[in-house]
């Protein structure tokens, strides 16, 4: 796939590039999108319904071991080479904004700072009642409870129905109305309110560009769509910025 010039110029031009992230730069790191994570022991529970409040209500245990499962996967993954062609690219413009949408860490640990995680990150624990994130607690128990209220522990992740941490959602919000080139990579890009966010670019007349395998709804609104893996297309991006 030949990059195009205008694409490689405008971007290497940029004062506020934003890039936007979603499940599926994590794929080739072995960490299953939603789409993909019915395998194995977990086929039979759509993970749509295992990521609300309302499942947690009436399952904790089955929800707590869902995402102690994939937390082990996040723990053994490694950053692949789209997460560190965006942390490459950061050292390269003053005014970069990352968001991610993922909860896995794995930008983080390919070397990239200030990541606005839209969705929060698997890794950390919160009390359910008081929404205070929790470092020690019983690992034996399923799921286990809060030291100081007793109240079951969960992820601290964004479920469906829930809201997004006010002060990321802001930080992203500006700098999408700001960018004046986004990208936007592995996201099927209907999860809103973060698909609201290359809208906001384009209102700004940002060049928006897609990485993704697959058609979302936002193709149609881009100015390019590049087809085919992050792990593939954003390294020979980022090679071709430096040219
Ligand atoms: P999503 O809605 O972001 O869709 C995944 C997209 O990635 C699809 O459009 C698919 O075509 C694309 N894709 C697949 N492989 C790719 C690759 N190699 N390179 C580029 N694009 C690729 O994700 P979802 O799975 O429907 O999840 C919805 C929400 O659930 C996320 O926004 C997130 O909060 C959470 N989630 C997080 C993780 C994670 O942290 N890794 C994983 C699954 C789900």
Request: proline content about 8%.
């Amino acid at each position: 796939m030949d990059l195009p010039r205008t694409l490689i110029s405008t971007f290497r031009g940029a004062a506020y590039p934003v890039v936007l992230t979603g499940s599926g730069i994590s794929a080739e790191s072995g960490v299953p999108t939603f789409r993909e994570a019915q395998t194995g022991l977990w086929a039979r529970f759509d993970p749509q319904e295992l990521a609300t409040p309302e499942a947690f209500a009436r399952d904790p245990k089955l929800v707590w071991d869902w995402y102690a499962w994939r937390r082990k996967l996040v723990s053994e993954a490694q950053p692949n080479e789209g997460h560190l062609a965006i942390a490459a690219a950061q050292e390269t413009f003053p005014n970069f904004t990352l968001v991610t949408q993922n909860v896995d860490g794995l930008h983080q640990r390919s070397g990239s700072s200030g990541v606005v995680e839209l969705h929060g990150n698997i890794c950390r624990t919160m009390c359910s009642v008081e929404g205070t994130e929790v470092e020690t607690y019983n690992e034996g128990e399923s799921p286990p409870l809060c030291p100081a209220c007793g109240a079951p522990l969960r992820p601290d992740v964004v479920w469906f129905g829930e809201m997004l941490p006010y002060v990321a959602l802001g930080v992203a919000t500006e700098a999408a109305r700001r960018s004046d080139v986004f990208l936007s990579v592995g996201t099927s890009s209907l999860v809103y309110p973060a698909a609201a966010l290359p809208f906001e670019a384009i209102e700004n007349g940002a060049m928006v560009v897609e990485i993704n395998p697959g058609e979302t709804p936002l193709t149609p609104h881009a100015d390019y769509a590049l087809r085919g893996r992050a792990g593939e297309v954003l390294p020979r991006l980022i090679r071709e910025l430096s040219k």
